[in-house]
Every structure is written in C-alpha cells, then in structure tokens.
C-alpha cells in the first residue's frame, strides 16, 4: 500500500477492524538487534522505537511467553483474544543491553534464540562477519547494496566449510582482516547475562544451533549434531532446559522435511521459521511464522502488521492473482 492510502486506512479505523477480525490469530514477532537512540546502526531498533512499540503492544495486545502459546495449540482450544509472542534470534548483548530492561519494565516475555557457539565464543556469527566487513571503507565498491544481497544469497547455499573460506577471501580481497573475536556491534551475550535474563522468569532460551548453518548445505549427521549439541551446550550452560528450536534463515529453501522430522527426535517442542504470517490453533508446531521488525518499520507500517492489515492485504493480492491466473488461463 502506498503511504497515503496507509494513513487513510489508519484514519478510518480499518486497522482496528482488521485487528478486531483476527483478535483470535496470534503474532509471533521476530526481532534481531538493537541499539541506543542517537545510533545509527542499519538493521537495529533503537530503544525510543522499540519502547514506542510495546506501548502499542501493553495497549491492544496481550504478550505471552512463547511456551504458553504452545501449550493452548496442543490442547486445541481457541487462542486467547490479541495474542503477541516476542522472540529474538542470535544472541546477541543489544538485546540484553537495550530489550531486557524494557522487558523488566513492562513486564512482557520474550524468547531467545541463542547460537551456541557464540554465546561460548569460539566464533562469531557468519553473516554479522559479512554485515563487518560491508562497513569498512576499503569495501565499499565490493559491497553495495545488490552486491550484498547478492551475496548473502550465494553464501546461503553453500557448505558451511566453503562459505567461511569465501568469506575470509572477500577480506583479502579488500585488504582487511577479519579479527577473530567479534567488533562490540555483534559482541554475544555472557552466560551469566544469559542466565540473568533466564531467572527474571521474563525471558525463555531457546536453541538457534550451534553455527548458525542453513540446515539444507548440511548432511543429516551435521544438522543432527547442530541440532543436538546446540541444546545440550545451552541446557549445560543455563542449568535449564531449552525446548524450542529456532531455523537459521528460517525461509522455505532453508530446511528440509527431514530437518522437521530431527528436531522432533531430539526433543523439541516448537520451530520457528521467517515465513510470514499469523498462527491458529491448527498452525504446525514445527514451521510456525513470524512477523519480522526491522528498524525500517514506523509506528504506522508497525500497526499495519500488528493489527492485521498487511496479513488481509496479503491474502486479498494471492486471491485476485489466482483469480487473475485463472482467468488468463481460461482464454
């Protein structure tokens, strides 16, 4: 939707209507760094912008932990009326830094994603190593902003081992070397903040494996492991148990049936993806949607998702582009 016709909407009430409608789908909200306001940091929600919308959230919605949610889904029984779940992927200090007091605040659940060897720091996150080197100077030209996407693109298809060779090439391509240990931007949090924020009785852990690898690139005894030891270093670490199972990348070509078939061997209760979309009571468990907040997204293209528009808008385009195909078709 263009921006006037948004505000247009807004100002009619159609969102209301539209949250009202789906009062009964919950949102599971994805988010992955933060910042302090007067940063600029692409792709981190300052904390002006984040407190603005869990204002919204306290004032329409209801924030549950992601475990509650899970639990009326197996019962089968209605969703409870505007349910919001938060969840945060990677494990990264911003959000122990800048997310967590606003939790304590307002008193909302969150759920963390971690990456477990982040968080024990033997590596740092492969893309957050690409996202440091597309800041540097020397990189400009190799980085620009189809370039990059470009390249996140290939690298998401390849091995694990290829990948991170192909990634410390593009640093000696332009002249700069990767530090081993990550810039304070993409530092993890410590397990003692990790466990802070577990014993606030606020925020759930969850696993995200232990390399973040696009489970597709790998064997079946790779994801296993990924999958496995992700959760025994987080439970090992936290003194807890660690249940739900978030997907690196997390869209359709990121993982396979059988990766769907391990994680429930190995326990897990739920999976998160990043396809877009609300959850019923009769949503998968395991390939559950989400809802992804960027710092790009206002307080009105916020409402816009929160509410219900962009979820009827969506479905409205797919039924006129069937209808569409259909009529094409029949000439």
């Known amino acids: 939707m263009k921006r006037l016709a948004l505000e247009v909407l807004h100002r009619s009430g159609m969102f209301g209507l539209a949250r009202v409608a789906s009062a009964r789908m919950a949102r599971i909200l994805m988010y992955h760094n933060f910042c302090a306001d007067g940063e600029a940091i692409s792709g981190s929600i300052s904390v002006s912008a984040l407190r603005s919308q869990l204002e919204y959230l306290r004032e329409f919605f209801n924030v549950v932990p992601l475990s509650r949610l899970l639990s009326q889904m197996r019962a089968g029984v209605p969703l409870d009326s505007h349910t ?3 969840t945060i992927d990677d494990g990264r200090r ?16 969150a759920t963390f994603f971690v990456v477990s060897s982040f968080v024990e720091e033997r590596s740092w996150i492969w893309t957050d ?17 189809d370039r990059l996407d470009r ?19 593009l640093g000696q391509a332009v002249g700069v070397r990767i530090p081993e240990k990550p810039p304070d931007r993409f530092a993890p949090c410590t397990w003692s903040e990790l466990r802070e924020m577990a014993d606030s009785g606020l925020v759930e852990i969850g696993s995200h494996t232990i390399s973040h ?21 987080l439970e090992r670490g936290l003194g807890g148990g660690v249940s739900a199972f978030c997907f690196p990348n997390g869209k359709t070509d990121d993982f396979l049936p059988i990766h769907v078939d391990q994680i429930k061997a190995a326990g ?13 009571e009769k949503s998968d468990l395991y390939e559950l949607p989400r809802i992804g907040i960027c710092d790009r997204i206002d307080p009105l293209i ?8 962009e979820y009827y808008q969506s479905r409205l385009e797919g039924k006129l582009g069937l209808r569409a ?7």
């Not at 190593?129 to 902003?145: G, Y």
């Not at 897990?268 to 609300?278: E, F, I, K, L």
């Not at 916020?302 to 528009?309: M, Q, T, W």
């Open 84 to 86: 919001v779940v938060l």
């Open 94 to 109: 911003n959000c122990y830094q800048y997310l967590f007091p606003l939790l304590c605040e307002f008193q909302m659940p």
């Open 129 to 145: 190593r690409v996202l440091w080197l597309a800041s540097r100077q020397k990189s400009a030209r190799l980085f620009l902003p």
């Open 151 to 169: 390249i996140f693109t290939h690298l998401n298809r390849v091995v694990p081992e290829f990948r991170n060779a192909q990634i410390e090439a």
């Open 213 to 233: 690898p696009i489970l597709s690139t790998l064997s079946e005894q790779e994801s296993w492991l990924e999958l496995t030891e992700s959760r025994a270093s």
């Open 268 to 280: 897990y209760t739920s999976a998160v993806t990043t396809r877009p979309g609300m959850v019923t």
């Open 302 to 309: 916020f409402s816009k998702y929160l509410d219900g528009a």
């Open 325 to 331: 195909q259909a009529h094409a078709a029949g000439r």
